[in-house]
Each structure stands twice: as C-alpha cells, then as structure tokens.
C-alpha cells in the first residue's frame, strides 16, 4: 500500500460523532471521567454486574471490574487536557473481545469545548482498520445511531440529571 492509499484509507476509517452537553467543558469533561459507571449503557458493557472506570492519568486504565474479581481493560488513555481533551485507545475489537496492545486499536479523541448553549462535545473515533477483519462493519456499526450517537446522548441525559 503506497502512502498515498494509506491517508484515504484514514481519511475514510473514522467515525465522528457531537452533542452539546448541559455543563460546562470543565464540568462534562470531569463527568466523563469520574462518573462513566453512572452513564454508560448498560447493553455496552461486558457484564451486567460490572463497574466501569477510568484512571484518568498517561496510560491509565478504561476498564470494567466484572464480578467474577477480573478486571477488564478495553481502552488506554494516551493523552489528557484538562478540561478540554482526552484521547484513549479503544481495545475493543468488531468481535467485542479485548485488544491487549493499544497499538493495535483505534484511538477515540474527545474535544470539549464551552459554547453558549453548554459543552460542545467532539469525538473522532478512528483508526477503524487496526482492527483488522470486520473493521468496515465495525466503523458503520459505530457510524450508526446505535453507536457513538447512541452512547453521547446517554451522557447527555446523565449529565441532565446531575
């Protein structure tokens, strides 16, 4: 593949998805972090029984506690802004089964930004073709209103009642 495919193929892996969130950047982006187990959908967790996190620090852990003690890593965070940006590695594969190496998963950036009618919200998942077979399944999956729109309104409804 010349380099030149490669940056289309880029260009076209990658899911986008924006909300405006009733807190400040400061306050949704602190929600996001500390409060994911409140807000989450429950259809997109490993368990029914399990707790989710996030360390929010450089290589942090994303990871749900299941209630067999396991905990499970499904994503790494690479870079943290605070109250503007978090950029975490997705380890969670088309087949839903853990990626071990970040590298190998895609990355999902979260921009927070304040406007007047509340916290702007921007996410770009991308690097879809890491995941290797079923990537474009996965990319319209995430693309669909059951996939990243789905999960930002669930956030936006948390935050509503918080």
Known sequence: MTSGETGVLEQFSLCKAE?????SAQSAYA???ESIDVWWPAEYRFSSEGVLGIEPLIGGSCFEDVEDGRRLQWGTIQ???EGAKIVLAWQISPKRLLIEDPRKAGIVTLQFSDTEHGAQLQLVHSHFERYGEGWR???RAMNSSAGWTYCLSALKTAIGKF
């Open 19 to 23: 909300i405006v969130l009733p807190a």
């Open 79 to 81: 870079e943290l802004e």
């Open 31 to 33: 929600f996001f972090l």
């Open 137 to 139: 399944e996965y990319l």
